[in-house]
């Protein structure tokens, strides 16, 4: 896919091709929310849907379009090679021909199982905005591109981990369903959900970064469990999207267990709900190829630096910085390890075994017997 566009012709600023890529990538966007529209039942989430509305999802996607039609345009006038502009333009226009923002939606079931490709597109649209221009103007590793080998990997990852999510959603939920079958504590429920919005926002934050802490650390020592986590660690590149490079397995048997004392203490929605849209943040900024400074508050909130010595191959960085959000809790348990200033100079899992692309990693733990 990244060689089609490979045109070698330069991608500098006014060379055409910013404006073909964004092109191409908004008029694949649109092309995916003009199926969404067309059959909802079957492409999108309705748990989703409860949170949007057609009202400014109709408008968002003729933008989309129309600034895919736009930049595709842009892009074919300044560029030698018109295969980026002509893409983009052509999979707008296959947009709009089969309907594109005023596609009639018939009523669609508020529940049922659906595939969630307006989870993903939504998702994609947010993260890319924020992120790609972040590492464009501040990268901490500015020879990398957001183009960068695997890049197309990632994206798998992230497009299906975005369509199953009901299905995860759903097994997440076992662990704590089971545990609140033999441990009901109505007295101690009453209490939590009674306190106040941040300090059982603070609370959920620290129960849940432990549970990732003791989840992280036995995915690591664990030969079993490391051949699922491995695959997070495959990646020499890492970026906003790396992030997304997670076995099925590991997401799922993560987040379960995670979730199992927020549960049991029953802490209220509004809080957890809170921590769910602070960490699908917070865990692709850890990726992001970004070299802000934090001063002092280092110490207390997990930056990009501090998680990307937990991908480095270096020898005296493996099996260091489990946590997620609190990097006080590696202090607690012996397993810091922030250097002042430095960055790793190499990522990875050092060896390269294990094969690219997202078939080979969904199969490879269940193949491979070596550590
Ligand atoms: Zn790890
Ligand atoms: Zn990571």
Redesign the pocket.
């Known amino acids: 896919m990244a060689g089609v566009f490979d045109d070698q012709e330069p991608a500098s600023f006014g060379s055409g091709w910013i404006s073909g890529t964004a092109s191409v990538f908004l008029g694949a966007l649109g092309l995916g929310a003009v199926a969404c529209l067309h059959l909802p039942e079957a492409l999108t989430w309705p748990e989703v849907r409860a949170i949007y509305s057609l009202w400014w999802i109709r408008p968002l996607v003729g933008t989309v379009i129309g600034a895919a039609f736009v930049l595709g345009f842009l892009s074919a006038l300044l560029r030698r090679r018109k295969v980026l502009g002509l893409t983009g333009m052509t999979l707008a226009l296959g947009a709009s021909l089969a309907g594109g923002a005023s596609v009639s939606v018939e009523g669609a079931p508020a529940s049922g199982i659906g595939l969630g490709l307006d989870w993903f597109l939504l998702n994609l649209l947010l993260l890319a905005l924020v992120f790609v221009p972040m590492e464009r103007f501040f990268p901490q590793w500015p020879a990398q591109s957001t183009f960068r080998t695997g890049w197309t990997t990632d994206l798998m990852h992230f497009l299906v981990s975005h369509l199953l999510v009901q299905l995860s959603a759903w097994l997440t939920l076992v662990p704590a369903t089971a545990a609140l079958r033999y441990a009901l504590w109505p007295d101690v429920q009453a209490v939590v959900s009674s306190l106040p919005w941040v300090v059982q926002f603070g609370a959920v934050l620290v129960l849940a970064d432990l549970g990732e802490y003791t989840m992280?650390r036995l995915?690591?020592v664990v030969p079993a469990l490391w051949r699922f986590?491995a695959i997070?660690?495959s990646s020499e590149a890492v970026d906003w999207l790396a992030g997304s490079r997670l076995h099925l397995v590991d997401v799922v048997l993560t987040r379960g267990f995670t979730f199992v004392p927020i549960a049991l203490l029953g802490f209220a929605d509004g809080p957890v709900y809170a921590y769910l849209v602070f960490v699908s943040f917070h865990a692709v900024f850890i990726h992001a190829n970004v070299r802000f400074r934090f001063g002092r508050a280092e110490q207390l909130i997990v930056t990009p630096r501090f998680h990307h010595w937990?991908?480095s191959a270096q020898p005296e960085a493996v099996d260091k910085n489990?946590a997620v959000h609190l990097p006080w809790i590696d202090r607690l348990f012996g397993t810091y390890y922030c250097p002042p200033g430095q960055w790793p100079s190499k990522y990875g899992l050092g060896r390269g075994e294990i094969p690219d692309g997202y078939w080979s990693h969904l199969t490879w733990p269940f193949r491979s017997r070596r550590r």
């Open positions: 992280h995915f690591h986590h997070h660690h937990h991908h489990f």
